[in-house]
């Protein structure tokens, strides 16, 4: 079955970076296209970032354009997402979630992983 | 920025029918798809394309879309639904996406 595990979560300071890993495994990785999503505590879902099945194209968020870069290395089914000049309104847990193929709504998500700026 | 309306929280009683809406200028445009999320949880996809239910998923789940709102319908509710429920879009260029400010249903 589809299991997406994010990684690379933590305790930062504000202005610094980290890095999100998602492994990816029981389906063709390649061939879909991958999302990034956000929830603050108590708040209500964010979308982030989406990139293609090829990482060709990619589209962010206003709030994280110029700051999060979304990458993915299909070679090794893996998903990242690359989070520069954090702020303390980025705190959040980061899901990452694979796109359905047919509206860019997101069929199966991670667990998450939580980012305390 | 585009946005989504969903209503903060809906009412009903266990065995009665519950209706979440969504509303978005670009929604008689843009499929719209659901998504439950228990506390703790990832959200699960309970509804795509507007209408359809993605394997696994209760038929007493189902969505409807008129213009420019979708309609999220669960009937006769288990106590169990009572959770948290997002609808997702996209902005008129297909490009943007976003969720709606979420709906918490409470089974009284």
């Known amino acids: 079955q589809v299991q997406l595990v994010e990684s690379g979560g933590g305790v930062v300071q504000s202005g610094r970076s980290l890095r999100l890993s998602c492994a990816a495994s029981?389906?063709?990785?390649?061939?879909?296209?991958m999302h990034w999503v956000r929830q603050g505590p108590g708040k209500g879902l964010e979308w982030l970032a989406i990139?293609?099945?090829?990482?060709?194209?990619?589209n962010y968020a206003d709030s994280v354009k110029g700051r999060f870069t979304i990458s993915r290395d299909n070679s090794k089914n893996t998903l990242n997402l690359q989070m520069d000049g954090l702020r303390v309104e980025d705190t959040a847990v980061y899901y990452c979630?694979?796109?359905?193929?047919?509206?860019?709504?997101?069929?199966?998500w991670g667990h998450g992983t939580t980012v305390s700026v | 920025s585009y946005a989504l309306t969903q209503p903060p929280s809906v009412s009903v009683s266990p065995g009665q029918t519950a209706r979440i809406t969504c509303s978005g200028d670009?929604?008689?445009?843009?499929?719209v798809n659901w998504y439950q999320q228990r506390p703790g949880q990832a959200p699960v996809m309970v509804i795509y394309?507007?209408?359809e239910r993605p394997s696994g998923i209760p038929e007493r789940f189902s969505g409807s879309s008129s213009g420019t709102t979708v309609t999220l319908t669960i009937s006769g509710v288990l106590p169990e639904d009572e959770t948290d429920y997002y609808c997702?879009?996209?902005?008129?260029?297909?490009?943007?996406?976003?969720f709606g400010g979420g709906t918490k249903l409470t089974v009284l």
């Open positions: 029981g389906f063709t990785f390649s061939a879909y296209h």
């Open positions: 990139i293609s099945y090829d990482g060709s194209d990619k």
């Open positions: 979630a694979k796109d359905d193929g047919v509206t860019s709504g997101m069929d199966a």
């Open positions: 997702q879009s996209a902005d008129n260029s297909g490009t943007d996406l976003v």
């Open positions: 670009a929604l008689a445009d843009q499929y």
């Open positions: 394309k507007d209408t």
